[in-house]
């Protein structure tokens, strides 16, 4: 089983829709868990960063992290054609020194 | 938001040669830099993590003699890959953390082609 989980997709929505895209892990320690938006070619970009549970908000972007069901997601609203592009979850453990580790990514396409 | 710089951003060489690429952090100081590669629809694959003025700890099966990482200052990292082959064409991408944050910044990314 790998540490962490991502639906690979690809996830196709029309433009305006609600999106949900989710991560499960299992090693219960993981404290600090973000999430990447990489368009095609180019290097992950940091979207949301959140510390143990509950949710985040940043304009049409909400990260939720439920630590008892080692379950996090992603909202996005008001999907635009320009958010298509491939979510990382990423997390890691406590100490300073500790790597993230990544989800596999979910493909995202908005249909104009 | 904290910018990670890569250079060159595209690089073809031949069988048997050297590449040098460098991973900058632009607005911040970089204590920790890592290495990643990605191969096309797989995501991101840690090959080592360096600390400014140590040695670099590369990860299981990642040869340390063939990727040779370089990070001599706050605010540079340098990938040398050495003796390249075809099977080294790939995507590198750098990623850089301050003292004390949890958040990686990537760069852009190095395709590298290797005839």
């Known amino acids: 089983q790998k540490e962490v989980e991502q639906d690979p997709g690809p996830l196709s929505v029309p433009e305006g829709a609600i999106v949900s895209l989710n991560c499960t892990y299992s090693?219960?320690?993981?404290?600090?868990f973000m999430w990447y938006r990489q368009y095609s070619r180019k290097g992950p970009e940091l979207l949301m960063y959140?510390?143990?549970?509950g949710n985040k908000e940043d304009g049409r972007f909400t990260a939720q992290v439920d630590k008892s069901s080692k379950y996090i997601s992603l909202f996005i609203r008001d999907s635009q054609p320009s958010d298509s592009a491939t979510y990382l979850c990423?997390?890691?453990?406590?100490?300073?020194?500790?790597?993230?580790?990544f989800g596999t990514g979910t493909l995202l396409a908005v249909q104009p | 938001g904290a910018v990670v710089s890569q250079h060159p951003s595209w690089v073809i060489c031949k069988s048997g040669t050297s590449v040098k690429i460098e991973c900058r952090s632009l607005?911040?100081?970089?204590?920790?830099m890592f290495w990643y590669r990605q191969f096309p629809k797989q995501s991101l694959m840690l090959m080592a993590t360096?600390?400014?003025?140590?040695?670099?700890?590369?990860e299981q099966g990642v040869e340390k003699d063939k990727f040779l990482i370089n990070h001599a200052s706050l605010t540079l990292s340098t990938l040398t890959v050495t003796s390249a082959h075809p099977e080294d064409s790939s995507f590198y991408i750098c990623?850089?953390?301050?003292?004390?944050?949890?958040?990686?910044?990537f760069g852009p990314g190095t395709r590298l082609t290797v005839t």
């Open positions: 990423a997390m890691s453990l406590a100490g300073a020194t500790n790597k993230l580790i």
């Open positions: 607005d911040f100081q970089a204590t920790t």
């Open positions: 990623s850089a953390r301050g003292g004390g944050a949890r958040e990686q910044y």
């Open positions: 090693n219960s320690a993981f404290q600090y």
């Open positions: 360096s600390n400014e003025g140590s040695k670099a700890t590369y």
């Open positions: 959140t510390y143990s549970s």
